[in-house]
């Protein structure tokens, strides 16, 4: 079927959607995403002049500490534990993967204290505030059970120290931090994912309603945000300063 | 073991012994050992260098 331009539907913003298609779930749903992240504050060449602080990097470390700790995580998958437990270059992953994981979490809780400081909610913001605090523990049931998968005594001594906590909770039913290969499941499969997935929708939030400004341009009496800002009036004022 | 494995063996074994219990301190109900306080040191240091040192921009200072 060709597209002709005089049937598309005038109440959208994209091209090539037939009027009679626009009821479609798909055109719908193509068009609220659209509408929610046009490719220019998916992917801006710029950003606001008060982005040009070392505070706003440490969100960005977290995402590059991130993706190393899932290459390195995924060739020690593939690699097996005995590679990891034995060879030098299998140690050396193991180990990148640790330091990695360590300065994921440095980095975002740095990140996190910058947020909370600059009360990185405010302007619509709550959503992206919440899936961070939901990343955020996420990645620490990653961690724990990340501990509990090394199979050395450290794992032993956390995995029989942790299961009190975890049985006077309830969940040692079905969370049994005993149970090595369980652990090893959630560690590499359910958890990872989850982090991947509450990471992408906490950056997508990010892109959606822009990088919080500082408290000094967002002083009640500015002007509302004009429609396809990146965020408050005050930062698409200097937008493009950066 | 080759020479900078051992070079560093020789200078970390000095500076940090990790055959021995580590050491912890006690505040109440709360343990925290001191490699972990050294971490949360560090993170604080950066956290106000991150938001004192000035950001260097491409093309001067504007």
Known sequence: ?242 | MSVIAAVSQFVLGALFDLNRPGHYVHWGFIQLSVANLVVIGIMIVLFVAAILIPYRREGGDR
């Open chain 1, 1 to 242: 079927m060709t597209v002709d331009s005089e049937r598309e539907s005038p109440t959208r913003n994209l091209p090539g959607i037939l009027e009679e298609d626009a009821e479609q779930w798909t055109a719908k749903l193509r068009n609220a995403a659209i509408d929610a992240l046009p490719p220019q504050r998916l992917m801006p060449d710029r950003q606001p002049a008060y982005v040009a602080s070392w505070i706003y990097v440490f969100g960005v470390l977290t995402l590059a500490a991130l993706a190393v700790v899932i290459v390195t995580g995924m060739v020690l998958a593939i690699m097996g534990p005995t590679w990891w437990h034995v060879s030098p270059v299998g140690h050396f992953v193991n180990s990148l993967h640790l330091w990695s994981v360590e300065s994921f979490f440095a980095f975002m809780v740095v990140h996190l204290w910058g947020s909370f400081f600059m009360a990185a909610w405010r302007g619509k913001r709550r959503l992206t505030w919440v899936f961070g605090a939901f990343a955020f523990l996420a990645s620490v049931g990653t961690a724990f059970t990340g501990y509990l998968s090394q199979q050395n005594f450290d794992s032993q001594w956390i995995g029989t120290q942790a299961k009190d906590g975890i049985n006077s909770t309830g969940a040692g039913a079905v969370f049994n931090v005993l149970n090595f290969g369980q652990m090893l499941m959630w560690h590499i499969v359910l958890l990872p994912l989850a982090v991947g997935v509450i990471v992408g929708v906490h950056v997508l939030l990010v892109r959606r309603r822009g990088v919080v400004p500082p408290f000094a341009l967002d002083e009640p009496g500015a002007p509302d945000d004009p429609p396809g800002s990146s965020g408050t009036a005050a930062s698409a004022a200097i937008e493009g300063e950066a």
